[in-house]
């Protein structure tokens, strides 16, 4: 069975702009990659059209 | 998952708690969760509208949120999901002609000429302007993802990725061999990788990969950042040895470092 995470991941809280506007199914976020660790040159949403992409939202708390 | 599936979907792990970015890769270096091509970052991207953790956002190819929630109670789905997308091929739209998916599909394995070819032939043998539409946006969309990847290559040789740089450069090469018009995009390739530098960076690269590799396995080990920092004496002046820097300075932050 694939495993989604090898992490265990935290659960807990989330501190960063609980409250900002969410988005929805069928929406195409624009983001951006500042500080980042093993980017390999993909500075944001635009560079990662043609894949899917999972993003995971975790705490160190 | 970013393991299981290599380069055929993107993980971006970010950070919520305000933990700060060297503190969050530090944290996760820590726990062995490093060595994949997974991104970690503690920027803020966008709001899911949970306030739990951990929650995620499954984008489509098209950059479309396909599903969104809580990822262990989700977990089942986001690999249907995700295994869906995959079997799919990628960007092209629901609509268009399976010539077109086929042109898409290809173009996304690396096969730039062939994809390019079909896509073309696709064009000119379009029955409605619908189905033209859909051909040229698709070799628009081939063109330009192909411009991204060269400048992908530079971005890898100039900020201490040499074997990747090469590796894609190659593959970029190979794939466009037979349409001309690709072909000359990626020529100019190759002086990028016959320079003396670029040697020098390679071998810097064979170096920290062996160092970066034990340091992965055991971050708390100080001596695994000390052969980090090993690298960055022996090959100072390279973009390796700043990367090696950069490696070793995260691996300061991990939690309970012996």
């Known amino acids: 069975m694939k495993t989604l995470f090898a992490v265990p991941l935290v659960v807990g809280a989330l501190t960063a702009s609980a409250g900002a506007q969410a988005v929805e199914v069928g929406d195409t976020p624009d983001y951006s990659l500042k500080s980042a660790f093993n980017t390999m040159g993909v500075s944001g949403a635009k560079d990662l059209r043609g894949k899917p992409v999972l993003i995971d939202f975790w705490g160190t708390r | ?258």
């Open chain 2, 1 to 258: 998952m970013q393991q299981e599936y290599g380069d055929a979907i993107q993980v971006i792990f970010v950070e919520s708690q305000n933990s700060g970015y060297q503190e969050s890769v530090g944290f996760a270096m820590g726990y062995g969760w490093m060595g994949t091509n997974a991104i970690w970052t503690s920027d803020y991207l966008f709001s899911t509208g949970s306030n739990g953790l951990p929650n995620f956002a499954l984008l489509s190819p098209s950059g479309e949120v396909v599903l969104k929630g809580n990822s262990n109670a989700m977990h089942g789905q986001i690999e249907e999901a995700i295994e869906e997308m995959i079997k799919n091929g990628g960007a092209a739209p629901e609509e268009a002609p399976s010539a077109v998916k086929k042109g898409y599909a290809e173009f996304l394995e690396g096969k730039w000429a062939k994809a390019h070819d079909r896509l073309s032939k696709a064009a000119e043998k379009a029955k409605t302007d619908e189905e033209r539409k859909y051909a040229e946006d698709g070799i628009k969309a081939l063109e330009d993802r192909l411009k991204s990847q060269v400048k992908r290559v530079t971005w890898l040789a100039e900020n201490g990725y040499p074997e990747r740089a090469e590796e894609l450069a190659e593959s970029l090469q190979k794939g466009s061999k037979g349409a001309d018009a690709l072909v000359e995009q990626t020529t100019a390739l190759s002086e990028v990788l016959a320079s003396e530098d670029f040697q020098k960076e390679l071998a810097a690269a064979k170096d920290l990969n062996k160092a970066e590799s034990k340091l992965f396995e055991d971050a708390k080990d100080a001596k695994a950042a000390d052969k980090v920092l090993e690298v960055v004496e022996d090959h100072l002046g390279t973009k390796v040895a700043l990367r090696a820097q950069e490696l070793a300075e995260f691996a300061k932050a991990v939690p309970g470092r012996k």
